[in-house]
């Protein structure tokens, strides 16, 4: 069984389901993990039959586009984005372009090998089991798969993965997490600089949602919106913890790299065109890679709406 589950999110957006001959969801881990430039897909698409899948224009920039579902699709996309790389421009979205074209190597594998990611998250009874189902894929690390393990978690299947994962005890999220590098180095800098492990951030990332319930109180803070569907109050889990401080971590860059001087031309330049309505506002994936001397000429450029940002951004 084969699935993509970016696009079964995007057409559970839509009230569809988009299924292989025989009826099985497809299970192809592709934009959403690898972060391409919209365009990129557009281009992509351009070249497909069409009455094929389009996104729906809720998508903004990735609206009307195609994601490879099949293992057909997946080699025609190979096959185009090959050629890309004789044009040397951007194909992947921020901090992405270091994937280079070992990646068109690893998607026609992933095709055989989400199998067996089927498999293990079947088998899964713990969100470490589910995380460690993910990283069977090639290419794809904790980040990646963390990420990728969220999105169907949360945005394919709402919180209920029962179909796929029957055993998964979706309560362990609150002991373990995936951890990227960003939120890895906030914990280290909460812990005053000492030289931890990724297991011993994962831990003190469980740690912090342990005990963030108390610290709240403590420090007079309610937040209204953290509930469940029941209206029952929502704990922190470490996997909530890790988005948080991932956020955090470039704020952290942004604040670090631009300093006042940047962070002033950044404010002069945007804060009117953006309250206006004029342009959109940026991801803080975007602030984060600004520094003193180019913050005057990236805003520029997005002004002029010469920027593309990914979907996930």
Known sequence: MACNLHAIEQMQLRGRRR??????PKFDFHTEMDNWLPDVNKAWTATTPE???RAPSTLGALGGANFPSSREEIWSFVAFAETLWDLEKPKFAGSFQNQGKRLLTYLP?????IDDVVAALRAARTWADACDALL???GVGDYVGGQALCTFFFGVCKGDVSRFAPNLDATTMKSFCLCGPGPEGVVKKMWGGAQLGKSEAVKRLAWLAENAEARFQALGLRFPFQQDADGKRKRLTAV????ALCYFSRYLSAHDSLKAAGARIVHDKLAGPITRGECPR???KWFAKLNEKTAAKRCDTWLKGGVQEAFTS
């Open 240 to 243: 909530d913890l890790e988005h």
């Open 282 to 284: 940026p991801s803080i």
């Open 136 to 138: 069977i894929l090639s």
């Open 51 to 53: 009455g094929g899948f």
């Open 109 to 113: 594998l992933r095709t055989y090998e």
């Open 19 to 24: 299924v292989d001959g025989v009826g099985h």
